[in-house]
């Protein structure tokens, strides 16, 4: 049986050097950029953005990876674009901010459309049929995607698998969290879209990842590695074993082997570059529980209510800026400023919340925090 291969190489600084030579690294040990690019062809290079926080905040991929990649990529491909559709705002706005457009022009590649895109019929998606994907991607031949190494509140973990939502672009995404309340089903929806998009390649930035209340609020910690394989299930498996959660206790892995995308399955891995065990964190903040389904769509809401872990703002970390009651998917909002006094933080209504986490994915502060309800069993969160 053929394995799927994740390289891991050692990396414990941005510095330009060091990471440009564990990306050649990296790549070698994969078989090199040729194997994924050819030339002539128009490469799309994906990087997460959620929103344009300095790269030590660590909230997006950090412009040296970025760079070293592109420049490999460069070197074959007859036009190289990038770009990402973040949580809210400009695109190139935050790809600013966060040093990626600097990164991307002094290679010289192109900005790609993140702006607007085509409702793109999938027949053979496993789940959700339709998408509406961003023109930057459906003009590529391929697409790379640039991942980062984060938890995240709603899939416990972010990585290979779900660093393609970005495709997506603007508030369309939000309407997923709408038509889909069920972490399970979100799931379901990512391991589609990836199936449907087929990126070629996935690179890790694990040199300093996010642990805690990610993907915007947490810590950034050092990991120490990049990562590396055409198997976004296994890379994220591994990445995973990196901090001693199993992988079964996210949801994309299953689904994401049930339907082809890959295995998180260790002897279905081959393990290729520096030694797993040596890079371990153990203490990385995140929960290792068994994963709970935020119960199916259609579930009584005053039972999701009562026993769902629900955002919670902390006061003192608020800055009233606002952007989780522009974040905030239902109408009318679940969480708004009480009679239109925006000089104390917003108020949720939590008989309205879906348990999105947008809110707290949003949040430029790490001002809300996920917390169990009165209600909620033991082991759940
Ligand atoms: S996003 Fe965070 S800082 Fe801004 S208003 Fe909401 S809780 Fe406060
Ligand atoms: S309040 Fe937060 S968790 Fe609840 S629906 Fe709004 S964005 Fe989602």
Redesign the pocket.
């Known amino acids: 049986m053929k394995k799927s291969k994740v390289v891991l190489v050692q990396c414990t600084s941005y510095d330009r050097t060091a990471v440009e030579a564990a990306v050649a690294k990296g790549m070698n040990l994969l078989g090199g950029m040729s194997k994924f690019v050819k030339p002539g062809e128009r490469i799309l290079l994906k990087p997460n953005v959620l929103a344009g926080d300095p790269p030590e905040q660590c909230v997006s991929t950090h412009p040296g990876v970025f760079r070293a990649v592109g420049s490999l990529v460069k070197d074959i491909a007859g036009e190289v674009s990038f770009g990402d559709s973040p949580g809210y705002g400009d695109p190139v706005q935050h790809l600013k901010s966060c040093g990626l457009l600097d990164a991307g022009k002094d290679l010289g590649l192109k900005v790609a459309d993140f702006h607007k895109g085509k409702e793109t019929a999938f027949k053979h998606s496993p789940f959700t049929k339709r998408f509406l994907i961003a023109n930057g991607v459906l003009e590529a031949d391929g697409i790379i995607s640039v991942c980062k190494f984060k938890t995240h509140m709603l899939t416990r973990m972010t990585g290979a698998v779900k660093n393609q939502f970005g495709c997506i672009p603007g508030k369309v995404k939000k309407g997923f969290h709408i038509k889909l309340p069920s972490a399970y089903d979100f799931s379901r929806m990512l391991v589609a879209l990836t199936l449907c998009l087929k990126p070629r390649l996935y690179v890790m930035d694990g040199i300093m990842a996010m642990e805690g209340n990610g993907p915007r609020g947490g810590k950034a910690v050092p990991m120490n590695v990049l990562l590396f394989s055409d198997d976004p299930v296994a890379l994220d498996a591994t990445c995973f074993r990196l901090v001693d959660l199993d992988p079964k206790n996210v949801p994309t892995s299953e689904i994401g082997r049930e339907w082809g995308l890959g295995t998180y399955l260790e002897e279905e891995i081959e393990l290729v570059g520096d030694r797993l065990e040596a890079l371990v964190n153990r203490n990385f903040k995140v929960s290792r529980k068994p994963f709970r389904d935020i119960l199916p769509t259609g579930t009584i809401s005053l039972i999701k209510n009562l026993i769902i872990p629900r955002p919670v ?1 902390d006061k003192e970390k ?7 009651v522009r974040a905030c998917p239902v109408d009318p909002k679940a969480l708004d400023w009480k009679r239109e006094n925006t000089a104390k ?2 108020e949720y209504t939590y008989r309205r919340c879906i348990r999105c986490y947008c ?1 707290q994915e ?4 790490g ?2 925090f996920v917390k169990d309800s009165a209600f909620t069993p033991v082991g759940w969160s």
Do not use: R, V
Request: charged share 5%.
């Open positions: 703002i608020c800055i009233l800026c606002g952007a989780c933080p917003p809110c949003i949040c430029p502060e001002a809300i």
